[in-house]
Antibody, heavy 120, light 107 residues
């Protein structure tokens, strides 16, 4: 199993952004994929999760409405997207897949992280 | 949201020591509790799921216990490679909140 995330991004406030998480080595449509934020020097924050088979997505109230999560089943890739970035979005973002088939529970495989820097 | 509170926030121990990290949930989460290890500059990795089950490849010096609202992660025979920040996570209810982390250092 591999999760390979897109490279670091440097953006300005108000800009849009989509980062990716390309997966391989397992049945992409059968396991929930989640996103986790880690602000500089801080802890882990659960953002949201999506089931690739039907794109059913669930969000933390802290992130709902500010980010969107999507998938492209044809290339086994998940995305995290912002329409208008803020400086407070500066963080490392990790994708990860749930351990159990068709359930969201522990994340047992993680991407390497994508650093997003937002500054004017 | 369910709040997860870890203690201590940091600790320092010697090679060979045993250490215990606690995690308190703001409400009953049964055994829906995971532990992760994050080494400096790396992505987190799953250590323990469902309170007490070791993920594959995790050394048996790691163990977890608890139920309801109170949980512990114990590391026996501490090794240099155990230097990391440890996080608990509940998955009883969305969002699957993490504790604030416990930074483990070697004396």
């Amino acid at each position: 199993v591999q999760l390979v995330q897109s490279g670091a991004e440097v953006k300005k406030p108000g800009e849009s952004l989509r980062i990716s998480c390309k997966t391989s080595g397992y049945s992409f449509t059968s396991y929930w994929i989640g996103w986790v934020r880690q602000m500089p020097g801080k802890g882990l924050e659960w953002m949201g999760i999506i089931y690739p088979r039907d794109s059913d997505a669930r969000f933390s109230p802290s992130f709902r409405g500010h980010v969107s999560i999507s998938v492209d089943k044809s290339i086994s890739t998940a995305y995290l997207q912002w329409s208008s970035l803020k400086a407070s979005d500066t963080a490392m973002y990790y994708c990860a897949i749930s351990r159990r088939l068709a359930r969201y529970d522990a994340f047992n495989f993680w991407g390497q992280g994508t650093m997003v820097s937002v500054s004017s | 949201d369910i709040q997860m509170t870890q203690s201590p926030s940091s600790l320092s121990a010697s090679v060979g020591d045993s250490v215990t990290i606690t995690c308190q949930a703001s409400q009953d989460i049964s055994n829906y509790l995971n532990w992760y290890q994050q080494k400096p500059g790396k992505a987190p990795s799953l250590l323990i799921y469902d309170t007490s089950n070791l993920e594959g490849g995790v050394p048996p010096r790691f163990s977890g216990s608890g139920s309801g609202t109170s949980f512990t992660l114990t590391v026996t025979s501490l090794q240099v490679e155990d230097v990391a920040t440890y996080y608990c996570q509940q998955y009883d209810d969305l969002p699957h909140t993490f504790g604030q982390g416990t930074k483990l250092e070697i004396k």
